[in-house]
């Protein structure tokens, strides 16, 4: 179960737990043997390692078992079992990224900030000991942020604090007593980055395919004669009762039973649409701008214009619940309330916070930081349509969504990794 830990203010998540529940385990077989397991999205298989269920086979670390139950015949059939586990290390954040040592000796740097004169007083010291004095105006959205930090500031703060502390006295958090170097390095990846993005770009190239061509791929039993080019833009499902590998551009992802994904970029959907399909919940995680992505080009953004022109309303069943992940950069915010969301047709319900922790239960960034927040937002919406429609669902009992709840978690130490929302509504 992912949640740890649920009181008034909001839960207490374990990531690491909630992925490896959905047991990806791949079945090797001579006739065909049923399994039953719980459907997901498709994991990198560079995140998991395999772990040792017996000594079968050369290797350690490898799950391997053997199975014979009987097949449809009354005969047995010989199954191989391979089981795979998220690594641990990924969700092993034992030190915040910036220390409380040096977020305080930022904080000697400059004194509060005036407000009511949009005017900060910032204090450098030099090398001499010498301190001189520079006056810097802010900006609308660095006082946008301040105000919205200061609404939160105690819900953050109160909230998360009785969380972490009923997970130290469970044991899921635990508490470190030796004191960090404060200017010890954050913590690097033990493996490379998937290409999914790559992939996708890769789509973007290709040229267009016709709607028959375009037709969901099922992937088969023992199916491994698929390419990239098989995948690319159309929607592929595994119907099966067990777990399947397929191979992109040399890496190997496991695609949990009966589950489907469409790897493409956000200018081709209609291969969803095509589908004819709706939702009940629909997450977003829009790439949003900011000068993080445009210094390090890591992955392209969106702009306002082509987030509005996802097709929700087209694949929003009546009443849909819409998630949507946003910066702190309060042009988001506003974006995603004034704009988008209304464009959709959907009526905001919740804002909800993420805050993320450390293993110990510090913020992994200081609460007050005037840079880097510790917290992440999340607007969560419900689709509403033509009059007429409450009362064709009237006898469809509507759950009430609560306001201003916070997700305590690990953060994974993928990039943009969010965690799961399974189990809070």
């Not at 037709?215 to 995948?231: N, P």
């Not at 690319?232 to 992109?248: A, D, G, P, Q």
């Not at 919940?281 to 701008?289: A, F, S, Y």
Request: hydrophobic content about 35%; overall charge neutral.
């Amino acid at each position: 179960m992912s949640v740890v830990r649920e009181l008034s203010p909001g839960w207490l998540l374990d990531h690491l737990s909630f992925i490896n529940k959905i047991s990806y385990e791949l079945h090797q077989h001579h006739e065909p043997c049923c399994s039953k397991n719980e459907p997901t999205s498709s994991v990198h298989l560079d995140t998991l390692h395999m772990d040792s269920m017996s000594s079968f086979g050369a290797s350690a670390t490898c799950i391997a078992s053997t199975t014979n139950p009987e097949n449809d015949d009354g005969g047995n059939c010989e199954m191989f079992i391979q089981k795979y586990v998220f690594r641990s290390e990924l969700f092993d954040v034992t030190k915040p990224y910036i220390t409380s040592a040096i977020h305080k000796e930022c904080q000697q740097s400059y004194e509060k900030e005036d407000l009511v004169n949009d005017v900060k007083k910032e204090i450098s010291i030099s090398a001499n000991g010498k301190k001189r004095k520079r006056c810097v105006v802010f900006n609308q959205g660095e006082l946008d942020a301040m105000e919205y930090h200061t609404k939160i500031r105690g819900l953050i703060l109160d909230g998360s604090s009785q969380l972490i502390q009923e997970g130290l006295k469970s044991g899921f958090l635990h508490p470190l007593y030796e004191k960090w170097d404060k200017y010890s390095e954050p913590i690097t990846l033990p493996l490379d980055t998937c290409n999914l993005s790559e992939l996708c770009e890769m789509a973007k190239h290709l040229p267009s395919l016709n709607e028959m061509e375009l037709q969901t791929l099922q992937l088969m039993e023992d199916d491994i004669s698929v390419t990239e080019q098989d995948l690319f833009s159309r929607i592929v499902e595994n119907n099966s009762s067990f777990t399947k590998m397929i191979t992109l551009m040399g890496q190997k992802y496991l695609l949990p039973p009966k589950s489907s994904f469409l790897l493409s970029d956000i200018s081709c959907m209609y291969p969803l649409l095509n589908c004819k399909k709706t939702y009940d919940v629909i997450v977003i995680d829009p790439p949003w701008q900011n000068k993080s992505v445009k210094r390090s080009n890591r992955y392209s953004y969106l702009s306002p214009l082509q987030i509005k022109q996802i097709p929700i309303p087209k694949l929003a069943a009546p009443n849909c619940l819409v998630v949507t992940w946003v910066t702190n950069r309060q042009k988001h915010l506003r974006f995603v309330k004034e704009e988008l969301y209304p464009s959709w047709s959907v009526e905001i319900v919740a804002e909800w916070h993420w805050v993320k922790i450390t293993s110990s239960g510090e913020f992994v960034f200081p609460l007050d930081s005037p840079h880097k927040k510790p917290y992440e937002g999340l607007i969560l919406g419900r689709v509403r349509e033509k009059a007429a429609l409450p009362l064709r669902n009237a006898g469809v009992k509507e759950l009430p969504i609560p306001d201003h709840k916070l997700i305590v978690s690990v953060p994974c130490t993928l990039h943009s990794h969010k965690p799961p929302l399974a189990g809070a509504w």
